[in-house]
């Protein structure tokens, strides 16, 4: 009979591996601060030149409505993404905290009245991790409207093109999912069990959970 791992075991293992994610994490934070931008301002510049054609036009039927709304819709997200990562790549060249602390102390404050300053490496951690979850966000929904706006105006040229740009779109999706799931490493012994353990130890939650329930009854 296999014996069980012991639930402090397994949190140790779990809190190990979110400290390794957290490190990755930090690590590629610059490139996807960068990859965000770069997105964002070829979303920007793609929306004006699209909608400075519709405008043009007029609307002159459903589709090209359809289109300038959705255009319209993703242009003000887009801007917003682009601010906040442009924003947070700059604060961290700047201690902002620290220089706000430093200055206030020099205009004659002591430092219990403007108290210690927080971590400058938490608080950056913290304030990236929060940009980046709602920037990425942001451009999920702007990416998505812009595929809707491009749709409708080539709708408006002939309906069968809009469909055709959906096929491609979702099977060129389901290519990079694929190229992305078959790049992947094999996965190590380690992680085989790092699994197995986190199955075990909610399998003996449901167990302790369902003993629980039935005692009371």
Known sequence: MSRRPSIPAVDESWARTQAALGTVLESVTPWL??????????LIAFSLVILGALLTVGPVDRAVVIATAAFALALPPDV??????????????VDLETLTTSAFVDAGFTPEQVGQAPDPKELERRRTRTVLGFSYGM????????????????????????????????LSAGLVLVV??????????????????????SADRSQDEDSTQGGRR
């Open 33 to 42: 601060l960068d990859l965000g931008n770069w997105i964002f301002g070829a």
């Open 80 to 93: 917003a993404g682009f601010v906040l990562l442009r924003l947070a790549a700059d604060m961290k060249k």
């Open 139 to 170: 451009l999920t929904l702007t990416m998505l409207l812009s595929l809707v706006g491009v749709t409708a105006t080539l709708w408006h040229m002939a309906w069968w093109i809009g469909t055709v740009l959906l096929v491609m779109a979702a």
């Open 180 to 201: 992305f799931a078959h790049a992947q490493p094999p996965e190590s012994p380690w992680e085989k069990t790092l699994k197995q353990r986190g199955r075990q130890q």
